[in-house]
């Protein structure tokens, strides 16, 4: 027997050996298959914004589906069990990564109808009318998320898409227990419900929701099993087809059964970029999150953020004077490529973005104003939703799915049970005059038959060394893209764990307004008070953003980050 051999069946080395063969790389693995006791998870993971749509996304992966079944199905459950954002009367981005590497992007959000034109919301002075692009049915683009779908399942799925919508029919029709932020969510929207849909009863209930209440929505199933059994058929042609075509007359909407059968969903090149040794995957216009992030960890990237610390002052400073620069940019340049030619390689080279910075100085402040005059951003609604899904495979999938306002423009279309978005909002209704949320946009922005409205959503995948490490995403509106920025550096700059960067307070700065929101308690007041000395406006609210991600560990497993600002739920198996 050799000197190492005998060594090695010593008790000391042998005991070594072992941990070394399973402790370190798996932790403590508990009953579970794949699950070890720090909360990972080997064979794969599903972190989405409700419970109930979790363990439907959770289950698919079980039964052998992979990353992009899982995201059918998790999509449909949202749609039930999540009517304030989870959709299928609205739109979305999914980027892909399959596990040898190879990316994809799908745009499937929502388009203008075919007689929208760049005056509709104005009244014969030339003013935009209040609401009009907001609460009425003209309010809603042509929906895009069941066409986005059905190709992404065409493409990539692998098991049945019958059975990646049934669980969604059996939650619609059986119900589902609602969570107390649904409740609240429900109770809150109920006036506005019974306002805009007379005649109709969806989403109430007497005397108001509240927490463990069954929620049944026997039309929506309905709509559902059409979507089941036609496939894309099932919605944009048929009889939910033509509910939405009779909703839209009776509400003088202008979505058309031609505007419908036009509707499809287009696979885009991702746009890809580098921070540090990472690989950056994510979405290109319509979607304005992409190029912003990238420019934002590009501009940040020569800094010490590490030394600086999380969320102290120069690191605020430093990104925020990022994000005020990126903001500017995403008002003028940004807008539907298939309308209008964003300068994507230019945004994106990395001495345009430097030179951007050359103007940012640690003795004060950049007005706002002095970084481009003009355009001018402001707050859009949380009311979208992400979901972050890894199959055991390494596929990965990163969707964000929107109505635009929680509950979309609140307006069910009779029969079929489903909300319509108000994304039309998104769209600049005027140049210069300011949206709900305070967005100004320009040409690039402006209103076209068919045009895909300019969004902020931000799905994302991160690669290091070749290998997938990340996957993320968040609702927030215009905060979209600071929290996915964020996000990434809190676990690559500031060594937190998914869970970790996911619950980290977060902060934000959008160009115009010149002012810095924190959320509540996010940041010490010394902090706050070196902020203000060097001329930043500091505002408070609550809750930024929920991200819900996904980090592959150097072990292989998946840990999951689920935003504890909502009811969002990582699960795995
Ligand atoms: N409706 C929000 C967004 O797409 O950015």
């Excluded at 063969?21 to 080997?42: A, E, H, I």
């Excluded at 919508?165 to 939650?171: D, G, H, M, R, S």
């Excluded at 040409?443 to 300019?454: D, E, F, H, V």
Aim: charged share 20%; hydrophobic share 35%; glycine share 10%.
């Amino acid at each position: 027997m050799s000197q190492f051999a005998c060594k090695l069946y010593t008790p000391k080395y042998l005991l070594s050996f072992l941990i070394i063969l399973f402790v370190v790389p798996t932790g403590c693995v508990q009953g579970q298959l794949g699950q070890n006791n720090s909360g990972q998870y080997k064979n794969g993971m599903v972190v989405c914004a409700y419970p109930d749509a979790a363990q439907v996304g959770i289950d698919i992966l079980k039964k052998g589906g992979n990353a992009v079944d899982a995201a059918v199905a998790v999509q449909f459950a949202l749609a039930v069990t999540l009517p304030e954002a989870g959709n299928i009367g609205g739109g979305g981005f999914m980027v892909y990564r399959s596990k040898k590497g190879k990316t994809n992007t799908l745009d499937f959000r929502e388009k203008g109808p075919g007689s929208a034109n760049a005056n509709m919301y104005l009244d014969s002075a030339g003013n935009v009318v209040p609401d009009m692009n907001l609460y009425t049915h003209k309010a809603s683009g042509v929906p895009g998320s069941v066409a986005g779908m059905v190709e992404a399942h065409k493409k990539y799925g692998k098991l049945k898409w019958a059975d990646l919508v049934q669980p969604a029919i059996n939650l619609a029709r059986n119900g589902f227990k609602v969570t107390k932020h649904l409740a609240s969510d429900l109770n809150w929207a109920s006036a506005q419900f019974i306002k805009l849909n007379p005649g109709k009863n969806y989403l109430l209930k007497e005397g108001g929701w509240k927490e463990g209440d069954i929620l049944v929505q026997e039309d929506l199933a309905k709509t559902l099993e059409q979507i089941r059994d036609k496939g894309r058929d099932g919605f944009y042609d048929g009889p939910v087809a033509d509910m939405i075509v009779a909703e839209m007359k009776q509400g003088d909407g202008i979505i058309t059964k031609q505007d419908l059968k036009d509707y499809h969903a287009v696979w885009r090149k991702a746009i890809i970029g580098e921070y540090k040794n990472y690989k950056i995957i994510t979405m290109p216009p319509p979607s304005s999150g992409g190029i912003a992030l990238l420019q934002l960890l590009k501009s940040v990237e020569q800094f010490p953020l590490k030394r600086y610390g999380h969320n102290q002052d120069s690191t605020i400073r430093l990104m925020v004077e990022a994000e005020r620069r990126v903001y500017a940019d995403r008002s003028k340049y940004l807008g539907d490529p298939d309308f209008y030619k964003v300068p994507v390689d230019i945004l994106l080279r990395p001495e345009y973005i430097t030179s951007r910075m050359k103007s940012f100085s640690w003795d004060t402040a950049t007005l706002s104003t002095s970084i481009q005059p003009g355009s001018f951003v402001g707050y859009e609604s949380d009311q979208t939703t992400h979901y972050s899904i890894v199959d055991r495979e390494g596929n990965a999938v990163s969707i964000t799915t929107t109505l635009n306002d929680t509950f979309g423009s609140k307006i069910f279309v009779q029969g079929a049970g489903f909300l319509l978005n108000n994304e039309m909002d998104d769209f600049s209704s005027k140049p210069g005059v300011p949206n709900m949320y305070g967005l100004i946009g320009g040409k690039a922005n402006s209103i076209q038959p068919g045009k895909r409205m300019l969004s902020s959503m931000t799905p994302t995948i991160v690669e290091k060394d070749g290998q997938l490490f990340m996957v993320v995403g968040t609702p927030g509106g215009s905060t979209i893209i600071t929290s996915v920025f964020q996000t990434i550096l809190n676990v690559i700059e500031f060594d937190q764990n998914m869970q970790q960067a996911v619950s980290a307070k977060r902060f934000h700065s959008q160009w115009l307004p010149d002012e810095v929101t924190i959320e509540r308690d996010g940041v010490d007041s010394a902090t706050v008070s070196k902020l203000q000395s060097k001329g930043y406006k500091i505002v408070t609210r609550n809750g930024i953003g929920r991200v819900d991600a996904i980090l592959k560990t150097q072990w292989g497993y998946y840990e999951g980050g689920a935003d504890p600002r909502g009811d969002d739920t990582a699960m795995g198996w």
